[in-house]
């Protein structure tokens, strides 16, 4: 059952901007959420979480180029990505921990302190040089 919904992938030229976006369709807010991205034939990778205090771990890679932001209601989460280069596409995956949901332990991934056991279906990212 996908419990989070995704949204603004999209193609952009290098130097563009990308804004995605997640909501949460549970009953209950999350006790933290993430964004995730992969590229085929590579491990996925962290990008950026928030914990239950609002605390926002970024990847290295993301050198300030991006923005994680949540609601208030911790069910939707934004990642807005500026200075976008090749190497950024991907498809990226919102995540987060669910209360009362359990998935199998090599479906979980962490990312700063979230360990995520729920996922989105993804929305690709592609940015053209």
């Known amino acids: 059952q996908v419990l989070l919904d995704e949204s603004g992938g999209g193609s952009v030229q290098a130097g563009g901007s990308l804004r995605l976006s997640c909501r949460a369709t549970y009953a209950y807010s999350a006790y933290c959420m993430a964004w995730f991205r992969q590229v085929p034939g590579k491990a996925r990778e962290g990008v950026a979480s928030?914990?239950?205090?609002?605390?926002?771990t970024y990847a290295d890679f993301v050198k300030g180029r991006f923005i994680l932001s949540q609601g208030s209601d911790k069910k939707s989460l934004w990642l807005q990505m500026s200075s976008l280069e090749p190497e950024d596409s991907a498809t990226y995956y919102c995540a987060a921990r669910l209360p009362k949901v359990s998935i199998p332990a090599y479906e979980t991934m962490t990312h700063g302190t979230c360990a995520v056991n729920s996922w989105g279906q993804g929305t690709p990212v592609t940015v053209s040089s």
């Open positions: 928030i914990d239950g205090d609002g605390r926002i």
